[in-house]
């Protein structure tokens, strides 16, 4: 072929190659899509991971508050039954030492006598007419 005859092919673009670039084309879009799957991928997996380790975490707190619980239930079970045993061998007759403790006295407002509805004149009042003899 002559030189200018390669030169017209490479300056006009067949179908062929205007295939290729498409192809070129779609191949870089889907390697980019493809890379962007595999970093959402990767981080999915790391949130899996963290929660899967907060689970866990989770399960062993739930574990000694139970184991906990359990303990607190039976010490309260073996003093209510000390308390019960305590209270039938102690002898009818006697009591138990008083718990002393303050009674808190309420005061009122109000007087403790009613007052009286009709008051008795205590001192004579003077008369300006009587004469001081």
């Known amino acids: 072929m002559p030189k200018a ?3 017209f092919f490479l300056l006009v673009p067949n179908s062929n190659s205007i295939l290729v670039q498409q192809l070129v084309s779609d191949s870089v879009k889907m390697k980019q899509a493809s890379s962007s799957l595999l970093s959402e991928k990767l981080m999915l997996q790391k949130q899996l991971q963290q929660v899967n380790t907060s689970l866990e975490s989770s399960k062993l707190k ?4 139970e184991e906990q619980v359990k303990t607190c239930v039976g010490q309260a079970i ?31 407002r ?24």
């Open 110 to 133: 109000r007087s403790r006598k009613p007052l009286n509805p009709y008051p008795t004149l205590t001192q004579r009042h003077r008369n300006p007419y009587e004469n001081d003899q």
């Open 5 to 7: 005859n390669k030169l």
């Open 62 to 65: 739930i574990a000694r508050g």
């Open 78 to 108: 073996k003093t209510s039954v000390e308390n019960w045993q305590k209270k039938k061998t102690r002898p009818a007759g006697v009591r138990p030492p008083p718990r002393h403790c303050i009674k808190k006295k309420t005061f009122s």
